[in-house]
């Protein structure tokens, strides 16, 4: 790791201060499950760190007034497990259910889950985000590379584990700074956007401003679920994975929403897939038509044809869970 | 803000300072400042689970915890779980059960099964394979260390069980 400056600032405000006073380039530090990795390997070489765990606020997990539920970006995964007031958003809980690490889910937090890093190996490599506009991927070893929104030379996938369960219950994310009192809500569906080129990162936070809370709405009476197709139980990343929310009234879907993770530069979000379940009743004809529909628009790249495959699976099976049925398969 | 701090935590049960950088990680001052070499580095990236120490209760991987981040924490290591030469449950079952045999992957075996049986005395198979699949072995194919697992559990209520009688 290069030398850095080190803060533990214990308020929002003391941190805003310390990213935006003149101190070079700056990253946030939370569980550091990515972060202090990303620094060994000497792909981030921040000249401060600011640590956000001991900001309390940032720690704590407390009802809404609408009846909503707000999370510190510095809550662990496995606070969130243990936590009563999210058992109405069991979908959340089964997704971190499917990490296996114990130890990270003890070190991870919310925030930091929800920023990490793409895994792509072109990028962990040392071959730049983009890995030469794009080439490196396309002309190599892309079997793990992005199947959807790939045209451009962001060709890496979003690895969240947890943003396709968070953005089908229409979570929202507070971000603070750059100046001391400045807050903005973004919803989840919008923080991701896919870097045209090397100097633009994969969300939309601005020096000096981190996610302070994600904000979960009234549960409603939907029925959520998130499926992940992974090669074994062990602690890789997944293939592909999906989450779907349902509101089905007399055996008719009502209302749904379909986004897949791990298959685009951004969370995926599929209006087609929704459209099939629409007004329609829940049948195994429809639910098939529904993971046709999710990969009618995939470009898969050289090596990564069975991941269009299993983006179909993952949405049938996510979409079979809320429903209550057994999700199929081995 | 600093680039040198002296940090202060409770290790195995001392109240321990040293003097570390901010680029440090919690396994370099363990092994290099403080010669507890039981935690061990393996992948260095979070994957492997060798360098696995409880903080404040919870199993961290240590190469991926900042120095800087123990300050005020209570950390127990491989070293602090011996009573003197007197191996506790888990250590005395790894060893009788051969769950082990290279042994760079042990202390953070132990490790995560203290926390596991702090929180569940008596898991199922699935629950041990659960709990410790952040650990990497590459020599014993897990069937034994998940035994061994059973069998600490298996002594330990056993042990709890004659306290309580002879109370």
Redesign the interface.
Known sequence: MKAFEYAAPSTEAEAIELMTERAGTVEILAGGTDLVGLMKQMLVNPDRVVNLMEIRSLREIEPTPSGGVSIGAAVSLEQILDSHYLDPYASLKQAINNISSMQLRCQGTLGGELCQRPQCWFFRGGHGLLGDDGRAVAQGDNRYHAVFANAGPAKFVNNSRLAPALIVRDARLRIVGPSPDAEQWVDLADFYRIPRHGEQRENVLRAGQFVSHIELPDPGSFQCATYEVRQGAGPEYPLTAAAARLNVQSGVVRDAKIVLGHVAPTPWRSEDAEHELIGKPLTAETIEAAGLAAIRLATPLSRNEYKVTLAQVSVERAVRMAAGLPPGGF | ???K?VVSATINGDLVEFLC???Q?LLEVLRNVLELTGAKEGC????C?AC?VLMNG????S????A??A?GAEIRTIEGVACGSHLDEVQQAFLQGAALQCGICTPGFIM?TE?LLAENPQPSEDEI??????NLCRCTGYDKIVRAVQSAAAQRQQASHSTQATR
């Open positions: 803000m600093s680039r701090r950088e901010p680029r990680t260095s990236n979070g994957n689970g696995t919870r199993p961290v991987v190469c991926l915890v900042l800087m981040e300050e995560q926390a394979r659960f709990y410790l699949a952040g």
